[in-house]
């Protein structure tokens, strides 16, 4: 009978677990997160401060360029698109999923990004992103793949 009753504690662990596990307020906090990351970048003088939010193994598809892979590559890019004049970025950040377990998540957002266009004059395009998540050792949410697209 305890055998029995073991059981069916450990199935009722694993079926509720992920419930149990799972902080209320980590979702809010995953938002929190993107939403200063989104502070940050349409700052767009602190490279340091916006590639602090991606992890080392981070991934970016950028819309209509190539897949830029790992921090330094991105630190590249970050800089490069700060440097390049009118230049402007922000993003409003939409809604949020976390795993049951609290260690990764994604964020949806409606972007703005201002550049120069083929013939020099500034344009400004808005588009959608999706940035996926993951809990670092310390705690902290950091970005792993980063996509955003044009779009209406």
Sequence with gaps: MKQ?????????????????????GTKDELI????AWSA???EGKDVEKVVAFWSNDAKIVPAGAPIISGKEA???????????????????TLDA??????????TT??????????DGNLVTETGRG???????QDGSWKCV???WNHGP
């Design 4 to 24: 029995i009753i073991r059981l069916m504690l450990w199935s009722m662990l694993l079926v509720f677990g992920n419930a149990i596990a799972q902080d209320p």
């Design 32 to 35: 929190r997160t993107d939403k």
């Design 40 to 42: 940050a970048a349409s």
């Design 74 to 92: 991105i630190r590249a890019f970050v800089t490069q698109s700060f440097a390049t004049p009118g230049f402007r970025i922000s993003w409003k």
């Design 97 to 106: 999923a976390v795993s049951g377990d609290g260690t990764m998540g994604y």
């Design 109 to 118: 957002a409606e972007s703005t990004i201002t550049m120069p266009g083929p």
């Design 130 to 136: 999706v940035a996926v998540w993951r809990r670092d």
């Design 145 to 147: 793949y980063d996509t």
